[in-house]
Structures are given as structure tokens and as C-alpha cells.
């Protein structure tokens, strides 16, 4: 994960506070995802951008918006932190092979452990 | 239903056994499988990703993948105690230019 970093690394915040959350790239990636981990659920995705200014929601967005206004950066803001937001979050890049060979391989960055009390 | 199911384990083997994890998918749609390997309080690593029907080898991984059974498995030969971790397979669908997880499965290997 040398070219993707997160910030924070953790955060302890209170419910009903913003909270934003940054994955930064250096690999000039096309797509990039925000994803959450919880026991017992593995990796849900939260949104993901496929390209400046194209986001699209994943399955458990309720609560989360996005922002990518460079390729390199993308945001991901609890507008109204909740207990039930409490994760792991991860960030992750790709970069489909043109031609449409049908793999996609994701690379994950070191996670960002965010509580919420 | 989950889309990618996974038992959660822990599957133990003993320090040089064949460690079999595996995935079956419910999504016929679904193109490629990765597995990928997670160290307790790490970020997930890919080892490796199949498109095709059979065995895909490197090093001591094998995956396999049966499109008309909808599974997926990874065998890792010689395992080793560093092999112990978290593996999650994942797969992708065009629609959605996104990979599902399924939820990890445990594998703990004993010296």
C-alpha cells in the first residue's frame, strides 16, 4: 500500500459530530473505493468514483457522502457520526485493463479506525 | 443470501499440510474471483485473482475456479505458521465496476 495512505490513521470522536475521512493516491488510478470492515461482515463497500466528480453509492451508504475533486484524493464525510459508524475503514484503487478483460484488481491502503462514543 | 459466501472458520492445519479455503457465488453474471490474504489489524493483500475455468497456480497458491458449480478455492501447499490469517474472496461484476466480499474465512496454521 505504499501508494495509497489514509488520514487519520484513528479518530475517537462523539455522535453528531462531522467527521471527514481522506485516501490520497499516487498510482494515477481510475477508480477508488471507500469500504468499511466489521466483524462478521467482512468488506461492505460504502461509495466508490470512477473517475473527478463521478461517484456512485455501494450497499451500505446511508449516511456517508463522498468527494473527488482530483484523482489522486478522495473524501469520505459522515455528515452526523453515530455509534453504528464505529469501523474500520479502508480505501482502496484500481485500474481496469482497457479492452475489457473483466478483472479488476482493488489495493487496499492501511485502514483508518474511526470511533464514534 | 450473501452474493459470496464463505465459511468464517477457523480452519486449523498442521505446519506443512494442504490448507483447502473455499467460495461459492451465487452470481452467474460475475466474471473474476480474488482471494485476498488479511493479518489481524492489517490491510487486505491480493495473492491472487482467476477468469478461468480450472487452476490458476503461483508458488504455493493454487486457485481454482468452477463456473458451473459457482465456487472458488484457494490451496496452499506447505503451509506454513505465517500463513495464518484472514482470506477473502471476492468477486467482480461488470455492472457494478466493484468486487463483493464475502466475509473471510480463518485460517490459523499449527506449528
Known amino acids: 500500500d505504499a501508494g495509497i495512505t489514509q488520514s487519520p490513521r484513528h479518530k475517537v470522536t462523539e455522535t453528531g459530530t462531522p467527521v471527514t475521512l481522506r485516501c490520497h493516491q499516487t498510482?494515477?488510478?481510475?477508480?477508488m473505493y471507500w469500504y468499511r470492515q466489521d466483524p462478521g461482515h467482512g468488506l461492505r463497500l460504502i461509495h466508490y468514483s470512477y473517475g473527478v466528480k463521478d461517484t456512485d453509492k455501494g450497499e451500505v451508504s446511508d449516511g456517508y457522502s463522498v468527494s473527488r475533486s482530483k484523482t489522486e484524493d478522495f473524501l469520505l464525510t459522515l455528515e452526523s457520526a453515530t455509534s453504528s459508524q464505529t469501523s474500520v475503514y479502508f480505501c482502496a484503487i484500481s485500474d481496469p485493463v482497457q479492452g475489457g478483460t473483466g478483472y479488476n484488481e482493488q489495493f487496499f491502503g492501511p485502514g483508518t479506525r474511526l470511533t464514534v462514543l | 443470501q450473501k452474493e459470496v459466501e464463505q465459511n468464517s472458520g477457523p480452519l486449523s492445519v498442521p505446519e506443512g499440510a494442504i490448507a483447502s479455503l473455499n467460495c461459492t457465488y451465487s452470481?452467474?453474471?460475475?466474471?473474476?474471483f480474488f482471494w485476498y490474504r488479511q493479518y489481524s489489524g492489517k490491510s487486505p493483500e491480493l495473492i491472487m485473482f482467476i477468469y478461468s475455468n480450472g487452476d490458476k497456480e503461483d508458488g504455493r497458491f493454487t486457485a481454482q475456479l468452477n463456473k458451473a458449480s459457482q465456487y472458488v478455492s484457494l490451496l496452499i501447499r506447505d503451509s506454513q505458521p505465517s500463513d495464518s490469517a484472514t482470506y477473502l474472496c471476492a468477486g467482480f461484476y461488470t455492472g457494478r465496476r466493484a468486487l463483493t466480499f464475502g466475509s473471510g474465512t480463518r485460517l490459523q496454521v499449527q506449528p
Open positions: 452470481d452467474r453474471g460475475s466474471q473474476s
Open positions: 498510482e494515477n488510478h481510475r477508480y
